[in-house]
């Protein structure tokens, strides 16, 4: 699935000369302080598809020979043993290879060459399904070779692009391809299950079929449930499926389709708000419980609120648009904040003025003193493009947030005095506070006159 919003391939931090490239050694150095800079961040405050975007893509773009050598790195650090991050650096050589685009799969089949040389068959097969290319006789030799007494090491096919192509193609597409879905679905279980033995011990298989049994279980559901009909008594199974990684993330590809179905928007109980959508109670579970799902769910969400409802009245459709704008506050709310804040600033073009006032006023009532400074800056960017006009009545509460900026840009003398005693330890020993403390400075100076700009346009 697409990221929402735009990103920016380049950055100062991460650029690095050209001629840095020929040499490796200088290269990984580069390569491993972005990989930490990565993995320091808080899981869950910040897309990880965004941070490789951003620290790691620039640097492996344009050339095969550090995608290759990239790709390798990762998947050797997340296989070692003594790496508390394997799990996470797996994860982001998932996202370099899907950032870097379906292009690089014949350097994928050499990124997997490298590390381990496998069988042929097993690189054409990987190869074809990381292209979105998934054919019967690769999901035959794959489950062949997989579920034998041998099998190859799993990582090989424990990949962003494979299991994200496999999941699409079981749930996500609107007309499903049947042809060897149970060998599909035993795949999908395996690879999100299986643990493997470090000895000559047989693997640990225990939860492929247990697995296997949920993603069946809703493969089988799907087709009974129509936008038209209420998923109430479906609703508890599917609710205890959640529980298996690969099978939520087949009900996100399911849910953006059947979100995206005008039977959907039509409904009498969307449009009304007469009752709970449990669509939207199957989704929050999802977000609730696995955090790096949550910019897969902001991204349906967003794409729900810039359609556009031809068949609905312009009022009816705003109504239809807070609705999935309120289950992005409800992101807000799981502490999602700065990428919520962005896809509003980012759209802010294609949504109503009034939805983008129920938006901040809702911001209002969830935030409270002390206000971060990137909230505040974003939030000030999104108020500077509605329309002074069209602030409507809840332009008092915009009014209210921007002042409640202003009173957390005055300074905390707690807080200050805190930051100061922390400067006194061993750790900020080699840190001019004083040049810290001035560029902060500078940064709320700016953040405040901005502030100011905008409360005179609201009082125009």
Known sequence: MAATGSTTHSNNNTAIPHSITTSLPDFADTFISAVGTILAA???????????????????????????????????????????HGVLLARIASELEAAVGPQRARQYASAIHFAGRPAPELVIAVTRVCAKDVQASDMYKLHSL????????????????????LIKNVYGATTTDTSMIEEKMWL???????????????????????TMDALKHVHSV?????????????????????????????????????????????????????????????LNEIAI??????????????EAIVRDYDKLSPLVAIEVKKKFLDQVIFL???????????????????????????????????????????????????????????????GNVVQLLLESFLISLGGDAAAKEAAAKEAENDFFADVNMDAVDAEGEAEDEALRLAIAAQLARKGK
């Open 332 to 394: 807000l709310k799981l502490g999602f904040v700065t990428p919520v804040l962005d896809f509003v600033l980012e759209n802010s073009s294609k949504m109503d003025d009034a939805l983008v006032v129920y938006f901040l006023k809702r911001v209002y009532e969830l935030t409270s003193y002390p206000y971060h400074r990137d909230i505040m800056r974003l939030v000030a960017e999104i108020v500077g493009r509605i329309q002074a006009d069209n602030l409507g009545a809840n």
């Open 188 to 210: 999908l279980a395996y690879v999100s299950s299986v643990i493997e033995s470090d000895s000559n011990e047989p693997h640990n298989v225990a939860l492929v079929q247990p």
């Open 42 to 84: 808080t899981p869950g405050e910040v897309s990880v598809r965004l941070l490789v975007r951003k620290h790691l893509v620039p640097l492996v773009a344009d050339s095969e020979i550090t995608f290759v050598y990239s790709l390798a790195l990762l998947h050797r650090l997340a296989n070692s043993n003594d790496h508390v």
């Open 289 to 302: 419980i696995y955090p790096l799902q949550r910019a897969y769910a902001l991204e349906i969400l967003g």
């Open 222 to 282: 799907f087709p009974n449930l129509t936008p038209d009909i209420d998923l109430k008594n479906d609703f508890k199974a599917l609710l205890d499926t959640v529980k298996y990684p690969v099978v939520a993330a087949g009900l996100l590809f399911w849910i953006s389709n059947y979100i995206a179905d005008p039977l959907f928007y039509n409904q009498n109980s969307l449009i009304s708000g007469t009752e709970r959508m449990l669509i939207f109670e199957l």
């Open 146 to 165: 997989y579920s034998g007494a041998n099998p190859p090491p799993v990582a090989y096919i424990r990949t962003a692009p494979f299991v994200e192509a």
